[in-house]
Nanobody
Framework: VQLQASGGGLVQAGGSLKLSCVGSGIIFSRYIMAWYRQSLGNQRELVATIGSSGGTNYADFVKGRFTISRDSAKNTVYLQMNNLKSEDTAVYYC?????????WGQGTLVTVSS
């Protein structure tokens, strides 16, 4: 199983980035996909989830700014991040979950300069 995240980088506050995470070795369409983030000195926190049928949930701190989506034909989950703030700076991880099994990607760094 492999989850390959990409799309991170350096962006100014107010800017946008789109993260992608491609899964392999799993029946992607079965999995709940999620994005987490971890900033320096803090615990990893849930950002957004998307179910196998497309239902979404967001952490309060990203509602209205971030959008999670998936393309099961491409085994890919996305995170569109708009109106980025300095506090969004973190390593972003994708996760695939099915029942009690969870797989993690390697993370992609997002840095937002103020």
């Amino acid at each position: 199983v492999q989850l390959q995240a990409s799309g991170g980088g350096l962006v100014q506050a107010g800017g946008s980035l789109k993260l992608s995470c491609v899964g392999s070795g799993i029946i992607f369409s079965r999995y709940i996909m999620a994005w987490y983030r971890q900033s320096l000195g803090n615990q990893r926190e849930l950002v957004a989830t998307i179910g196998s049928s497309g239902g979404t949930n967001y952490a309060d701190f990203v509602k209205g700014r971030f959008t999670i989506s998936r393309d099961s034909a491409k085994n890919t989950v996305y995170l569109q991040m708009n109106n980025l703030k300095s506090e969004d700076t973190a390593v972003y991880y994708c996760q695939a979950g099915y029942r009690t099994v969870h797989h993690w990607g390697q993370g992609t760094l997002v840095t937002v300069s103020s």
